[in-house]
């Protein structure tokens, strides 16, 4: 059964840096064209894709937030990390994990539950 | 590349709900489809236009076409309100990229 499980801070002040940690089972990091994204959802708005990395260590982002964002992966945890820099309180978000169910079609399945972070002084 | 959707759907119990997402040439693309129960992780309910997942009833289906990909629910229940949101690999930018989500209201 292929799980993903979201960790990290409920609460980070405005200009911290966020560090998300998305632990997954069931699948091997190192496979194929795995991979992995972070996607988030601010409350009552809709789903807004982040980061995304392959088990070749291929990397993507979205555009506008690029240049806070990294992603990374542990193989041998079974680990994507995030990190987002300058957080301020519109990043106040759910943020998922989720597995790239097929990489020529590229849907995404399972998700994570997802772990809420607030933004706030 | 921007996936268009109307905010909300609504439709009686045993009715047929169409959820329309609108892209530009979205008809060449693999267009895959989430429902989002409140609280709740996505759950993917359509794939590759027209593809069921395991599990998931055969009153879901999709196709594409053109500039629109569409969501239909048939014998629509209770349990189907939901939000629902369509998402497509733009490849020519690398991106992932969500429609807005259209929220699924049985009358």
């Known amino acids: 059964q292929v799980t993903l499980k979201e960790s990290g801070p409920v609460l980070v002040k405005p200009t911290e840096t966020l560090t998300l940690t998305c632990t997954v089972s069931?699948?091997?990091?190192?496979?194929?064209?795995?991979?992995v994204s972070w996607i988030r959802q601010p409350p009552g708005k809709a789903l807004e894709w982040l980061a995304h990395?392959?088990?070749?260590?291929?990397?993507y982002y979205s555009t506008s937030l690029k240049s806070r964002l990294t992603i990374s992966k542990d193989t041998s945890k079974s680990q994507v990390v995030l990190t987002m820099t300058n957080m301020d309180p519109v990043d106040t978000a759910t943020y998922y994990c989720?597995?790239?169910?097929?990489?020529?079609?590229?849907?995404?399945?399972?998700w994570g539950r997802g772990t809420l972070v607030t933004v706030s002084s | 590349y921007v996936l268009g959707q109307p905010p909300s759907v609504s439709v009686a119990p045993g009715q047929t709900a169409k959820i329309t997402c609108g892209g530009e040439?979205?008809?060449?693309?693999?267009v895959h489809w989430y429902q989002q129960k409140p609280g709740q992780a996505p759950v993917l309910v359509v794939y590759?236009?027209?593809a069921r997942p395991s599990g998931i009833p055969e009153r879901f289906s999709g196709s594409n076409s053109g500039s629109t990909a569409t969501l239909t629910i048939s014998r629509v229940e209770a349990g189907d309100e939901a939000d629902y949101y369509c998402?497509?690999?733009?490849?020519?930018?690398?991106?992932?990229?969500f429609g807005g989500g259209t929220k699924v209201t049985v009358l």
């Open positions: 040439n979205i008809g060449s693309e693999s």
């Open positions: 989720a597995r790239l169910g097929n990489d020529v079609l590229h849907w995404f399945d399972p």
């Open positions: 069931g699948f091997l990091l190192r496979n194929g064209r795995m991979g």
């Open positions: 998402q497509v690999w733009h490849s020519s930018s690398a991106h992932y990229v």
């Open positions: 590759a236009d027209s």
């Open positions: 990395i392959f088990s070749n260590d291929e990397k």
